[in-house]
Each structure stands twice: as structure tokens, then as C-alpha cells.
Nanobody
Framework: QVQLQESGPGLVKPSETLSLTCTVS??????????WGWIRHPPGKEPEWMGA???????YYNPSLKSRTSITRDTSKNQFTLQLSAVAPRDTAVYYC?????????WGQGTQVTVSS
């Protein structure tokens, strides 16, 4: 059973870089053909796919966020990370990591991130 757990700060100041980590258990992030990604859900808005990383380490990004988004991984820890630079209040959302290559299942429980001074 694959499970995902997000971790990181709940509060980030404007202009800073947000860093979140997704820890995967029950499966390897290097398993062939599996893609892992990040989604966020701002309050009152539609969920937004941010980007993903595949089993070979190739990354894919939402064009609207690509300029300030970076997804990396640490295979020794079975983790992948999200970095979002130059954050602003509009980036306030619940952030989720998920396995996106098997019907977007499962997701992590999500972590609230608030951008405020």
C-alpha cells in the first residue's frame, strides 16, 4: 500500500521560498513508469497541478508556475520535494503530493501553507 506524507512549514513570508517534502512509503519513487507530483488547492479556487517527477528524475511543470517551481528528489530517503520561490499571498493553499500515473491515487493528506508577513 503506497502512502504519501507532506511535511514543511505552515507559514511562509512573502518573497521567500517555500520548501515541502513528500515522503513515500510502500513503494519506490524510482519504480519504472510511476510519476509523482504536487497539487495545490487555494481556498475558493480550483485545484491546480504544479508539477511532477518521474521514475528517472525527469520533471514536468505547469507552465503558469514553471518559472518559480522546482521539483527534486532524494532516492535514498524515498522523498521528493517542492520548492516554490518568490511566494505571495496568492500562494496560500493546501498543498498535496500524489502519485499521478495510476489514476491520481493515492494523495497525501495535504498540508496548509499560509503566505503572510
Amino acid at each position: 500500500q503506497v502512502q504519501l506524507q507532506e511535511s514543511g512549514p505552515g507559514l511562509v513570508k512573502p518573497s521567500e521560498t517555500l520548501s515541502l517534502t513528500c515522503t513515500v512509503s510502500g513503494g519506490s519513487i524510482t519504480t519504472n513508469s510511476v510519476v509523482w507530483g504536487w497539487i495545490r488547492h487555494p481556498p475558493g479556487k480550483e485545484p491546480e497541478w504544479m508539477g511532477a517527477i518521474d521514475a528517472s528524475g525527469t520533471t514536468y511543470y505547469n507552465p503558469s508556475l514553471k518559472s518559480r517551481t522546482s521539483i527534486t528528489r532524494d532516492t535514498s530517503k524515498n522523498q521528493f520535494t517542492l520548492q516554490l520561490s518568490a511566494v505571495a499571498p496568492r500562494d496560500t493553499a493546501v498543498y498535496y503530493c500524489a502519485r499521478v500515473s495510476q489514476g491520481w491515487c493515492p494523495w497525501g493528506q495535504g498540508t496548509q501553507v499560509t503566505v503572510s508577513s
